[in-house]
C-alpha cells in the first residue's frame, strides 16, 4: 500500500468539497478499493470516507417507498429491511461473509458496479433513484456497463430510494470459489409490470431481460418463461463456466426466482 | 555402578543383573545416572545415553477399504452435493483410533475438493487463472457432510511387529472416484445416459455440459 491522507468529513458539504481536490478519492466500506490498494494497483492521494455522514445511514420508509442511506452496510440492510422490502433484504443477507457485510455498503457496491455484484440487480429490478450530491439518477441511466456507472468525478451515492413491489425475490447461483454471483437474477412485480434484473451473466454489466419482462408480466409463472431463449454470445465466459452456462443460468434462475417471490 | 566385570552382567525384564548374585540396576537408575554423573567415570565414558536404531520392514504396508459416496445432482444447474459418505478401512492393528479417524476425515475433505472443486487453471500464455482464493475452490465445511468412518474389520499385518498398516493417503486416494462416480452414478439413473466421464473437478458448469453435451 502506497502512502495516503485520510479526510473523515461528517457532512455532505464537506465530503463534496474534500472530493473535488486533485487526486481525492472516495471510500466507503472498502471491501474493493482496500485490497486494491494493498496491492499498489491504486494509489489515491486522500480517502474520503463516507461513513462518518449521520444522513447516509440507515434504513427508512418514505413516501411508499425505502430508502437506504449510500453508506449503509449490508448487514443492517439485512436486519431492517426485512419487514419492508424482504426480497431486498435476503439479498444484503447473502452478500459475503459476515465480515464483508458489517463493512461493505450499498453505495459503494453501485458505486463500483462489479459485473458479478448482486446489489446492482435489485436497484435495476426494482426500478429504484440513485441520490447523489448532485442530482437524482434513475437506475436505467445510472448503469452504463461493467464497472461504469453514470457517476461523475467528485459525485458520490448518498441515498438509494426503492419502490417497493408487490412481489420480489433474488435467486444467485455462487461462483465456487469466491461466492460472488455466477449469475444472480432479481425479479420484481410491480403493479404496472414485472422488471428482471440479471448480474454475473453479461459482459457489459447488470441488465434488464426485456422478454422475461413481457412474458412475465403478461403471466408471473415461471412457466411463462420456458420458451424463451437466452443469447449466451456475448455473456462472459471464463474458467467458471461458458456463455452458454451463464445464459441457461439467466433462465433457471429467473424462474426460480418467480417461484419463489 | 554394579562393581562387575561386563560380561557378569546380564539384562532381563528390564533389570541390569550380576550372574549368580541379587544385585540389579533397573533400567531407570542406569539411565538416570547416566545424565547425573557424580561418579562416572568422565575419563573413559561420556555421559548421556542416546541410541539410535532403524527398522528395516520386510515390505509395505497395504490397507484396503471401500468408500461409498451419496450425491444430488441439479441437472439444471449441474451443482453437485455429497449428502452422505461412508468409509470402511482395514489398517490392521489401530493404536489410536480419533486420530486415524482425523486422518480419513481429512483425507476425505481434500479428495471431495479435489473432486467437485479445486483447479489449477493457466491460459493458453501459462497465465494462472486460479492464481487466488477468488478462483481456487478451497472445500469448505458447507461442502463436506459428516463422515461415517468404519475400521472395525481389523486384518493385523504380518511383517511388523505392531500388525499396523498406513492410513495416512487411505481417504485422499478412496474419496475422489467415490464422488466422481457418485455423480455419473446419479445422471445415469436419471436418464442421462450419454454421460460416462466428466473430468474432475466436477464443476456446476462441466456437469451442466456433459448433460447437455
Known amino acids: ?261 | 555402578m554394579l562393581e562387575a566385570a561386563e560380561g557378569d552382567i546380564v539384562f532381563e525384564d528390564g533389570k541390569f543383573q550380576v550372574t549368580g548374585t541379587d544385585k540389579a540396576k533397573t533400567f531407570g537408575e542406569i539411565a538416570f545416572s547416566a545424565y547425573v554423573p557424580h561418579n562416572y567415570p568422565l575419563e573413559t565414558l561420556e555421559p548421556g545415553l542416546e541410541e539410535t536404531s532403524f527398522y528395516d520392514p520386510a515390505n509395505f504396508t497395504y490397507p484396503a477399504g471401500a468408500y461409498a459416496c451419496e450425491v444430488e445432482v441439479d441437472p439444471e444447474t449441474g451443482q453437485v452435493s455429497v449428502c452422505s459418505f461412508t468409509c470402511a478401512d482395514d489398517f490392521g492393528n489401530v493404536m489410536n483410533p480419533m486420530i486415524v479417524e482425523g486422518q480419513v476425515h481429512g483425507g476425505v475433505g481434500q479428495g471431495i475438493g479435489q473432486a467437485l472443486l479445486e483447479n489449477t487453471s493457466y491460459d493458453e500464455n501459462g497465465q494462472l487463472l486460479s492464481g487466488s482464493y477468488m478462483d481456487y475452490a478451497m472445500p469448505r465445511a458447507e461442502d463436506v457432510p459428516f463422515y461415517t468412518v468404519d475400521h472395525s474389520c481389523v486384518t493385523a499385518c504380518t511383517h511388523n511387529p505392531l500388525g499396523v498398516k498406513g492410513c495416512g493417503e487411505a481417504g485422499a486416494i478412496g474419496s475422489p472416484p467415490a464422488v466422481v462416480n457418485a455423480v455419473i452414478d446419479a445422471l445415469q439413473r436419471g436418464g442421462y445416459k450419454h454421460v460416462k466421464h466428466i473430468d474432475m473437478p466436477v464443476s456446476p458448469a462441466r456437469v451442466w455440459a456433459a448433460i447437455n453435451g
Open chain 1, 1 to 261: 500500500m502506497y502512502d495516503f491522507e485520510f479526510v473523515k468529513p461528517s457532512s455532505i458539504a464537506e465530503a463534496a468539497k474534500a472530493l473535488a481536490a486533485d487526486g481525492a478519492q472516495a471510500l466507503s466500506g472498502g471491501q474493493t478499493l482496500l485490497p486494491t490498494m494493498k496491492q499498489r494497483l491504486a494509489a489515491p492521494g486522500t480517502l474520503v470516507s463516507l461513513t462518518g455522514i449521520a444522513e447516509m445511514q440507515g434504513v427508512c420508509l418514505s413516501d411508499g417507498g425505502l430508502h437506504i442511506g449510500g453508506a449503509t452496510p449490508h448487514a443492517v440492510v439485512a436486519a431492517q429491511a426485512k419487514p419492508h422490502y424482504p426480497a431486498l433484504a435476503a439479498l444484503a443477507g447473502g452478500i459475503g461473509d459476515p465480515a464483508v457485510r458489517n463493512r461493505g455498503t450499498i453505495g459503494g457496491s453501485i458505486a463500483n458496479n462489479d459485473p458479478a455484484a448482486c446489489y446492482p440487480s435489485a436497484v435495476l429490478a426494482s426500478g429504484a433513484t440513485v441520490v447523489t450530491n448532485k442530482r437524482k439518477i434513475a437506475a436505467d441511466d445510472y448503469f452504463q456497463g461493467m464497472f461504469t456507472t453514470a457517476l461523475e468525478e467528485g459525485e458520490f451515492v448518498i441515498e438509494v430510494r426503492f419502490p417497493i413491489p408487490q412481489k420480489a425475490a433474488y435467486v444467485k447461483f455462487n461462483q465456487p470459489a469466491s461466492r460472488f454471483a455466477l449469475t444472480g437474477v432479481f425479479v420484481a412485480k410491480f403493479a404496472d409490470g414485472v422488471r428482471v434484473a440479471v448480474t454475473g451473466a453479461s459482459n457489459d454489466g447488470v441488465f434488464r431481460w426485456a422478454e422475461a419482462e413481457a412474458a412475465l408480466s403478461a403471466d408471473f409463472r415461471a412457466e411463462a418463461i420456458a420458451g424463451l431463449v437466452v443469447d449466451g454470445s456475448d455473456m462472459i465466459s471464463d474458467l467458471h463456466g461458458s456463455g452458454a452456462y451463464r445464459a441457461n443460468l439467466v433462465k433457471v434462475l429467473t424462474g426460480r426466482a418467480v417461484s419463489a417471490a
